[in-house]
């Protein structure tokens, strides 16, 4: 390298961090303008005006309004997804499930937080379930997800669910648990990163004995057997 011309690997450096400060500075405006204003009624340029910044500059990192809506999400299904594909072999479906979702979330607040303030995401969550347009966008992601997992499980336990039920039975029941789960959290007011984990543990650890169990106590059954007069 001729002495004085700058090192390649720096500008490169300097340009990723600026796309990603870019990119950041978008989700976020977007975010706020979207959870003060409502989705439909905040327009790209609304967004693009306070970042300062072009449409061609938001459609370079975002294909519309829904992708940011839904962009940290993405990143919290693909830290579950990347957990879930290095559970080892010896664990059962749910319990694999179980423990991707429970690590995934050790290092997810950190994450989370370093794109959009964790209350900013409480905030868009609840947004989400309040607007026709993005509960139907996210239950048709759900099924996407779903679809994934089922695909994953079924490989780790050598299942073509072509012909075995099990796999997309099993990832049914998981993911209602977790949307019972994030639905509650929806609903409180401790909108830490922490509570929803906790929540979604004690959630996701009353699964087994809620299918295979009978919740009323002896004397309620007794009381209500077709041979109680």
């Excluded at 794109?115 to 947004?127: F, T």
């Amino acid at each position: 390298m001729t002495e004085g011309q700058p090192s390649a690997a720096l500008p490169t450096g300097l340009r990723e961090r600026k796309k990603r400060r870019t990119r950041d500075a978008l989700l976020v405006a977007a975010l706020e303008l979207f959870t003060t204003h409502g989705y439909e009624e905040t327009t790209v340029d609304e967004i693009t005006d306070a970042v300062e910044v072009s449409q061609r500059t938001f459609f370079r990192y975002f294909a519309g309004k829904e992708a940011v809506v839904f962009a940290v999400q993405d990143m919290v299904e693909s830290r579950f997804l990347s957990e879930l594909r290095q559970r080892p072999a010896v664990e059962a479906p749910f319990e694999a499930m179980r423990r991707a979702v429970l690590c995934a979330w050790h290092s997810i607040g950190e994450a989370v937080d370093a794109l959009v303030p964790v209350e900013l995401h409480m905030r868009a969550y609840q947004m989400i379930e309040s607007t026709p347009s993005l509960l139907a966008a996210h239950l048709r992601r759900s099924i996407h997800l779903e679809d994934q997992v089922a695909e994953l499980i079924a490989r780790r336990e050598g299942l073509d669910m072509a012909s075995d039920p099990r796999p997309r039975v099993a990832v049914a029941a998981f993911s209602g648990v977790m949307r019972a789960a994030g639905q509650l959290w929806g609903q409180g007011r401790d909108t830490s990163v922490e509570s929803l984990r906790a929540l979604t543990e004690t959630y996701l650890d009353a699964l087994t004995p809620a299918l295979s169990e009978t919740w009323r106590a002896p004397q309620a059954a007794s009381d209500t057997s077709p041979n109680t007069r």
